[in-house]
């Protein structure tokens, strides 16, 4: 049982790493054309747009608080902001806000 669940780490852990790892090898030293890193940098928000509007549908109490956090993402994004400054400042917009009401 034991050996089973260390293999299934092991096993989780490799599949996780090897397609972090493949694009590092296949263009190491080759410069990408320009437009396709226009496209690589807006992942980032792609994803991050993907995972917040299904969980403003879904917001049962205050319809608000997920209007809010989103225009908070989106308006850092749209200023080219890390992504890591979006979700931190659309935290800090949604505990202010729900600090006061």
């Keep these: 049982m034991k050996s089973e669940i260390l293999w299934m780490i092991v096993g989780m852990g490799l599949v996780t790493y090897i397609p972090r790892m493949l694009p590092f090898v296949l263009f190491k030293g080759k410069e990408l054309p320009t437009f396709l890193q226009g496209i690589l940098k807006n992942v980032p928000y792609a994803t991050l747009g993907a995972l917040i509007f299904p969980g403003i549908l879904f917001i049962q109490d205050d319809l608000w608080y997920g209007i809010l956090g989103a225009a908070a993402a989106f308006i850092a994004a749209f200023l080219g902001a890390n992504v890591i400054i979006v979700v ?9 806000y729900s600090y006061f009401f």
């Design 88 to 96: 931190l400042g659309s935290i800090t917009v949604l505990t202010v």
